[in-house]
Nanobody
Framework: QLQASGGGLVQAGDSLRLSCVAS??????????LGWFRQAPGKEREFVAA????????DLADSVKVRFAISRDNTRSTVYLQMNSLKPEDTAIYFC????????????????????WGQGTLVTVSS
């Protein structure tokens, strides 16, 4: 399973770091492609960031590319989303996700690419 944490209420311009721990015998963390998505009220879930199996390759949505960063620590079975210069439009529930179908260098952008989802952590950015 995936357990996300780190959300909260912050002001515009602040930073947050989200964490997501993968646990369970079926999870071999270094075989998983990992990602973060978010869902704002009344909107569809959207891609935020992805990282490949061994951390060498990442990608982020254009809306967050210069402000957010994704990283992973396979020794801790954890994926992170560092969010800087937060804006009110970043307000959403943030979900971590894992795919067991990942090839070594692959990045995955669609909700349907992922097999497992965390429960979500709420990020609220006030203006």
């Amino acid at each position: 399973q995936l357990q996300a944490s780190g959300g909260g209420l912050v002001q515009a311009g602040d930073s947050l770091r989200l964490s997501c721990v993968a646990s369970g015998r079926s999870f071999e963390i270094n075989r998983l492609g990992l990602g973060w998505f978010r869902q704002a009220p009344g909107k569809e879930r959207e891609f935020v960031a992805a990282i490949n199996r061994r951390s060498g390759i990442t990608d982020l949505a254009d809306s967050v590319k210069v402000r957010f960063a994704i990283s992973r620590d396979n020794t801790r079975s954890t994926v992170y989303l560092q969010m800087n210069s937060l804006k009110p439009e970043d307000t959403a529930i943030y979900f971590c996700a894992a795919t067991t179908r990942a090839i070594y260098s692959g990045l995955y952008y669609r909700v349907s690419d992922y097999d497992y989802w965390g429960q979500g952590t709420l990020v609220t950015v006030s203006s």
